[in-house]
Each structure stands twice: as C-alpha cells, then as structure tokens.
C-alpha cells in the first residue's frame, strides 16, 4: 500500500491524569497503516510508536489500523513521521471529499488489484517451472535455462514486496515474515545460478527428478528454481485470499456505515426542499414518504406509520410509530408519511454510535490476541537462528551443501506464523460485525473473555424482563356490571389523567371497547384516585378509601379479588358509578413476551438467574415465577444493587449483569460483563460491555453464544496456528520438507485461519 493508498487519522480530545496528580490534555488519533505484511510489523510499528513520551499506540494488523493517544502538544505528523521511519505508511487527515465512499472503494481495489496481478503472473510462469522440474519426461535439453528465463521474473518482480519490506525491516535492524520469505527465496534462486554457471546444473541435456525429502547429493548440480518459484506463488496466493477474505471480514461495519440515507426532504419556509442528509441541523423538520430511508435520529411530529428496523437491529417486525415517537435513522418507513423533527445528526446518531462501538471492539485487542503478538515478535529471530543452526548442523553431519541448504530454506519458509497474527483479529472482526448486524454491539475484545467465565445472569426487573408499562392484568365485576362497560367507563375517566395506572386502564379500555366516550367535571385527586360524569353517570375510580369517602363500599368478593391481587403485587383500583362498587381493576408492570424464553435459553447455557428489583418481594415473586427465574433479590435500593452485585462476587460468582436504567449503570460497571438494553438510557449503555440494540432479552443469551462462539473460533485459529509451526519446523529441519510444499503449507495456514473465522459470518439468532 502506498503513501496515498493509507487513510485518514481521526482526532478527538480527552484529558487523563498524570503520575504527578496533574491533568494532561491528551489527543485520540485512529492511523490507517500502509505496507504491514504480518503481525510482526505491526508490533515493529507499535514499539516504534509508544517510544514517543506520553503515547500509548496498539496497532491491529487484521484492520491495518493504529490507535493512538497522545500529549495535545504532541504534532500529529510526528506520529506520521515514526511510521514512516519504521519503514510503513500512513498519513494526515484529508479532505472529507477525499474520504467518501468512492474513495474508500477504490483504496481496497488498488491494494487488492496490485496483489492480483503479481499473483497471476506468477502462476503463469511458476507452474512451467514446477511441472518441468518435478515431470523428467518434459525436460527438454535446455529445460533448465528456460526455467531460469521464467522463474526469474517471478523471483525479482512478483516477489519484490517481500524483498523491498525485508531490505526496509533489515535497514531498521529487525527481522519480519517478509524476512524469511525473501531470504528463502532468494537463497534458493541464488544457488540455481550458482549451480547453473559455475556447477554441473547448466549442462545441455542434465535432467533431475522431484523429490519430497531431501536426499544427499553434490549440490552444484541441483536446482531450486521451482523452490524459489513455486514459494514467491504461494505465498502471494495466500497473501492474496488473506487480503480479499480480510475485506469481507469488515463487510458488516462498512454495510453499517452505508446504511444512512444519502439526501432528504427539509420542510422550510413551508416548503419541502431535497437536500444532502450532511445538510441537517438539530431541530429541522423534514418528511418521510413510505419507503424511503429516514434520515437521522428524530421525534415525530406528525403522520402514523410502520418502521422497519431490521437492519439496526435485526428485528424483523415492523415497529409502529405515531407523534411523540422517537425514530432512529437508517431505518425504512413502510407505512404512512411522517413529519419528523431532528434530534441528533453526523456522529451522534445512534447508527453512527454503533459504527463507532464496533470499531472500537475491532481494532481493540483481547489478551490471547497480545500473547500471540508477543510470540510473533520473537519469532522471526528465532526462526532464523533455528536455520542457521539447522544449516550448520547438516554440514557438521557430513551431508553435501545442497542437502543441508535446501532444509535450511524449508525451515525458513515453514516457520512464517501469519496465521498467528491474523488469528484473533480476523474472528475479532467477522464476530463484531456479525453481532452489529443482530443488533449486539460488544464494546472490546476483552468482553469475549468475560462471557468464557460467567456463571450467574442478574437481571434487572422493570424494562428489562417486564416492559416498564403499567398495564391492565386482570378485573373483577361486581353482579350485573358488563366488563366492557366497566372497562369503558372506567377509561373514560382516567383517559384524562397522566398517571402511569390511569395510562394503562384507558389503554386497555380503548384496545377491548373501542372509541371512549367524553368526561365531564373531571377532578383528580393526587395519589387516590378521579371522578367525572361520563354518559350521565358520576364515576368515580381509585383507591377503596377513595370510594368511601363517596360512600361506597366494595362487597365481600370484590374485597377479596382486591386484597388476592395486593398479594401478587399488582396495583388494585375500584370502580364505582352512581353510587356502587362496580368492579377491581387489576394493574401491574407485566413482563415482556420473549422474557421467559430468554431465561429458558440461559439455564440451557448453564447459567443461573437472579432477578434484582427495587419493587416489594410480591411483586418480584409473581414476575420471577412468570418467567421461570427462581432466585429472586428485592426491595434493593437503586444505589445499594452495586453491594448486590459485589456480594455475588465475593460468594465466587462471576457475574453479569443486565439493565437498562441509570440507577443501573453503577452495577453494569461493577459486573464481570454488563449488558445494557439499548432500549434504555445513555448511561446504563455506556457503563456494559455490551448493548442490546432491540431490548428483547433474547438478545442476553445469543450475545453469549456469539461471544462464546467467536472466542471458541480464536482458540481453534491459535490451536492451529501454534500447533502448525510447532509440528512443522521439526520436520523442515530434518529434511522431510521440501521447500516449495511448506510454502504452499504456510499460505494454506493464513488461509485457513481466515476462512474459519469467516465461519462466524453464518452465525444466526434463534428468534427475530
């Protein structure tokens, strides 16, 4: 990648304490990196980077991203400069127009397009050079000089990447991947010259068979151009599937930024006008026809519609909305034309907070991914100390140069461990994009590593497993009342009020009655209950000390289906009109619909429940046993749910919590993971580790699983990785390796890493 090729440097400012006490104004930089080849490059680069006094620099070598903080007094183009001194390339920010769409495009296509051409030109000259060294019928009497014409552009051209990055790592006095394929290769190609115009190797006629182990012999009549050849071809395919798997890897967050809509309809001056969506401001107006995109994150002022928000969240049915509703940008009208005012814009939107959140989980690193960074960093020295010893040892032995060379070579090019740097970032980046795409947003990588190790799930009650809505539970009539006409005159009243039990009665009422009839001389009494004339019948509902004071008595079974209710923890109200108790209306905060399936789908996990509420312990009983939870923690304060939690902790539980509130975001910060329900406030999301876009707490369980399951996928990719080189090596240096078959065997490795991480892509939630 070119200096040009490399992207932009985002800058944002925050300020962190200094060991002196003092705060130091600090800088937060995201360099997109040129020219790394393996993950040693980008530790190179990382060492290089956090040398500056007061940087603190990671650098991911699946996303090729550095994330950088340093001193506001520190120049940006100083941390360009290190790159670039470190031999890669990087760059300022550039003009918006510059980094759109189409230039993001066409940066991976150059990259990609580069590779590609290097890649077949070597298989059209590699593979004459291979058949001709490993088929004696099709040597020809100057096979051998025709093989030196062919391999030799794909040496020096198709090869020059790792040559150039070995020439600029070898300037800086370190050692990469790149390091050992270019010494390979052009070890072998320089013996086949030497054997071609000093050795027997050139003689017209001279023909020799392929071999799988190396066997002795005089070495200045072998020749290694298939070697060099057939290494610098497989290890550019691998390069390349890597760099084209990589690409799709990141699909999900790029669909994810390009889900906004591009312009929009601003109503001003009366008037609609089409303008770019980068044009809205806080506080416009604009009109969403059905069909179309809306814009930005807003409050509807006008218009009844159907929203589709599967692409944020993965949802699959439509949610209705109506004025005072709040909408998320991205998302597509399906049903009637809305008015909607501008709430958040550009970065603040909820689309552009998700895009940020995945980002920021990609290019993090979890604590596996460090140790195979750390492994990474040594090995190349290693590998080609191991070698040099491998070459020495051979020769000691009494074995002719050729044999000992051509083990040594295999070492050299066996050893490559990119599949050790792309391991964890690689699964890292299908596992959050995949995640985003379901509405779950994990915040870092080190939250994969919390999930392996919880044991008990804390549920937060009201919003999380219950709706947070006062709704109607259930109703009692006394002797000859109708239900309907008890719910609608009932409504009819309390459709006055704003009172959250009043609320859930003429909700009720509507979806059961219909259209409620008009209230006349309404009076509220705060706290105990209304009264109203409603079809010429003085209705009076609320507390039973509140009917009494009109002189109404609730009968003896109305009594007891209020006091039954009291007991399960709903609110109980009573009816009266015209002087008698009509009827009890029953009202409480009932659980979601999925809630009892999520708590299912986490004791299949092996997990235990516990449900924690501020409300009385009836009332947390009645819910906890609606959805099958057994354990149950109430009447908790909102301050004290932090002890709770920090009290499981210290019983050895590793825990995690679930809310949705702000009195929530202390415990979600306290718990060994938090998973905030993205439904609730801006606090309790930023203090988890994960956000559940939707609010459906099946979301909490097929969070887990994909945590589980992207983490499982690091742990096979490391196995491999590991267990590849570890396996390997030892049969290179004994020689039962051919050079040219571990090339193909380290590039199948980097491949098969990627594509089993690719893998995640196919993961899918049980429900939605």
């Known amino acids: 990648m070119s200096g040009s090729e490399a992207g932009d440097v985002r800058l944002a400012d925050d300020t962190v304490g ?102 077949i030109g070597s298989i059209v000259l590699a593979v004459p050079v291979i058949a001709l060294a490993m088929i004696p019928a099709l040597q020809f009497t100057y096979w051998q000089w025709a093989s030196l014409a062919l391999a030799a552009p794909v040496v020096l051209w198709a090869g020059w990447p790792f040559h150039r990055a070995a020439w600029l790592n070898l300037r800086h006095g370190a050692a990469t991947m790149d390091t050992l394929v270019s010494v390979g290769t052009l070890a072998a190609f320089a013996w086949s010259l030497y054997a071609l115009f000093l050795g027997t190797a050139g003689t017209p006629g001279m023909t020799h068979g392929f071999e799988f182990a190396v066997a002795p012999s005089d070495g200045a009549g072998n020749l290694y151009l298939e070697v060099a050849a057939g290494v610098v071809m497989f290890v550019l395919a691998g390069r390349y599937f890597e760099k084209r798997s990589k690409r799709r890897a990141g699909a999900a967050l790029r669909a994810l930024l390009e889900l906004g809509a591009k312009d929009v309809a601003v109503i001003r001056d009366g008037e609609e006008t089409r303008v770019p969506v980068e044009r809205l401001a806080v506080g416009d107006t604009f009109v969403v026809r059905p069909g179309e995109k809306i814009a930005t994150d807003g409050i509807v002022l006008d218009g009844r519609s159907a929203v589709d928000v599967s692409m944020l969240t993965g949802e699959s049915v439509p949610v209705e909305v109506a004025a005072g509703d709040s909408v998320t940008g991205a998302t597509v009208n399906v049903g009637g034309r809305l008015v909607v005012r501008v709430t958040r814009v550009g970065a603040d939107t909820q689309l552009a907070q998700m895009a940020k959140l995945v980002e920021d989980a990609q290019s993090g690193k979890a604590e596996v991914q460090r140790l195979a960074d750390r492994v990474s960093g040594v090995f ?59 509405g779950i947003l994990i915040k870092g990588p080190e939250v994969l590593e919390s999930t392996r190790a919880v044991d008990t799930v804390v549920l937060d009650k009201t919003g999380t497993v219950t709706t947070g809505r006062m709704a109607l539970a259930g109703h009692a009539c006394a002797d000859g009342t109708d239900e309907l006409e008890l719910l609608r005159l009932a409504g009819a009243v309390e459709d006055a009020s704003e009172h959250p039990v009043a609320q859930a009665i003429a909700t009720a009422a509507t979806q059961r009655a219909g259209a409620l009839p008009a209230v006349e001389g309404f009076v509220n009494s705060a706290g105990r209950g209304v009264q109203g004339i409603v079809e010429g019948h003085a209705v009076v509902v609320g507390k039973p000390s509140f009917l009494a004071e009109w002189g109404v008595e609730l009968d003896e ?42 708590v299912a789908e986490l004791t299949r996990l092996g997990l235990r429940t516990v449900l924690l509420t501020g409300d009385n312990a009836v009332a947390a009983r009645r819910v906890a046993a609606e959805v099958g939870i057994e354990e149950v923690i109430a ?44 439904t609730g406030t801006d606090a309790a999301i930023e203090a988890a580790d994960i956000t559940l876009v939707r609010g459906d707490l099946r979301s909490v369980p097929e969070a887990i699983r994909l945590a589980r399951r992207t983490l499982g996928t690091i742990k096979v990719n490391l196995f491999w990785a590991f267990a590849y080189n570890v396996a390997a090596i030892p049969l290179a240096a004994l020689g039962l390796l051919n050079p040219m078959l571990a090339g193909a065997a380290m590039a199948f490795s980097s491949v098969f890493v990627v594509g089993n991480s690719l893998r995640l892509r196919r993961f899918r939630a049980s429900h939605g």
Not at 383 to 401: Q, R, T
Not at 667 to 672: E, I
Request: proline share 6%; hydrophobic share 45%; net charge negative.
């Open 380 to 438: 190349v020295p290693v590998v080609i100390a191991i070698a040099v010893a491998v070459l020495g040892a051979w020769l000691g032995a009494g074995f002719p140069p050729a044999a000992a060379f051509t083990a040594a070579v295999a070492v050299l090019i066996i050893a490559c461990p990119c599949a050790l740097g792309l391991a964890t970032p690689t699964a890292l980046l299908v596992g959050t994009g995949r995640g985003a795409q379901s």
């Open 557 to 598: 079974r109305l009594t007891a289906e209020l006091v039954r209710g009291e007991q399960q923890g709903m609110t109980a109200v009573g009816v009266a009109w015209d002087g008698s108790a009509r009827g009890i209306l029953l009202i409480s905060d009932a659980p979601k619909p999925t809630s009892a399936e999520a």
């Open 18 to 119: 200094s060991p002196a006490g003092t705060t130091t104004a600090t800088s937060s930089y995201e360099l997109e990196i040129g020219g790394m080849t393996c993950a040693s490059c980008a530790m190179r680069i990382e060492k290089k980077l956090n040398r500056l006094e007061g940087v603190t620099a990671t650098v991911n070598y699946a996303t090729e991203k550095a994330r950088v903080t340093a001193p506001v007094a520190l120049d940006p183009a100083t941390l360009i400069t290190t790159v670039e001194n470190t031999g890669y390339t990087a760059a300022l920010p550039r003009p918006e127009v510059e980094t759109g769409d189409a230039a993001s495009a066409d940066r991976p296509d150059t990259e990609l397009a580069g590779l590609r051409h290097r890649l």
């Open 635 to 678: 009447d908790v304060l909102p301050a004290d749910k932090v002890a709770v939690v920090a009290e499981l902790q210290r019983q050895g539980r590793i825990v995690a919590m679930v809310g949705d509130g702000v009195n929530d975001a202390a415990a979600l910060a306290q718990a060994d993971l938090g998973l905030a329900m993205g």
